[in-house]
C-alpha cells in the first residue's frame, strides 16, 4: 500500500489510521474532555493517560470567510472557516465548496480527504447536503 504523505501529520488521520478515520486528531480524558490534537494532558483534570482518537467526521460551521490569495497548496479563492466538531473541539479548517457559495453558521459539514497538486493529502471540510 502506498504511503500518503500527509501536508500536516499531527493534524489529521486518513483512511485506516484510528478506528472512525478519515477525520481530525484528538485526545479523549476520561473526564470526558475531548480536545484536538494529540496533548500530554488533560486541560481540564491534568491526567495524563489520554486516549488517542479520531474527532470532527462531522462538524458546524461558525464564522466563515472567502480569502482570495493562495496559500500552501490551496487556490484562490477558497474558504476557511470556524468549525466546532461533533465531539465539541472548534478549529480553523478550509471550507471545500464552489467560489461564491453562500456559506453560513450552522451549516452542516463532514470531513473531507483532499489530494493536491504536488501529490500530498490534505483536508478540508465541505458542506454535508453537497454532493462529492
Ligand atoms: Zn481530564
Redesign the pocket.
Given at each position: 500500500m502506498t504511503k500518503l504523505q500527509k501536508t500536516n501529520p499531527t493534524l489529521f488521520f486518513l483512511e485506516g489510521e484510528a478506528p472512525g478515520a478519515p477525520g481530525l486528531k484528538g485526545s479523549r480524558?476520561?473526564?470526558g474532555?475531548t480536545v484536538l490534537l494529540q496533548v500530554a494532558a488533560?486541560p481540564?483534570?491534568g491526567?495524563r493517560d489520554l486516549e488517542t482518537v479520531c474527532i470532527g467526521q462531522r462538524a458546524t460551521l461558525g464564522e466563515s470567510a472567502e480569502v482570495f490569495h493562495s496559500a500552501d497548496g490551496f487556490e484562490a479563492p477558497y474558504f476557511i472557516g470556524m468549525i466546532e466538531t461533533e465531539q465539541g473541539p472548534r478549529t480553523f479548517a478550509p471550507i471545500a465548496a464552489a467560489p461564491g457559495t453562500a456559506l453560513r453558521p450552522g451549516m452542516a459539514l463532514k470531513f473531507r480527504l483532499l489530494e493536491r497538486a504536488d501529490g500530498r493529502v490534505g483536508f478540508a471540510y465541505a458542506p454535508a447536503e453537497a454532493r462529492a
Open positions: 480524558c476520561g473526564c474532555q488533560c481540564r483534570c491526567r
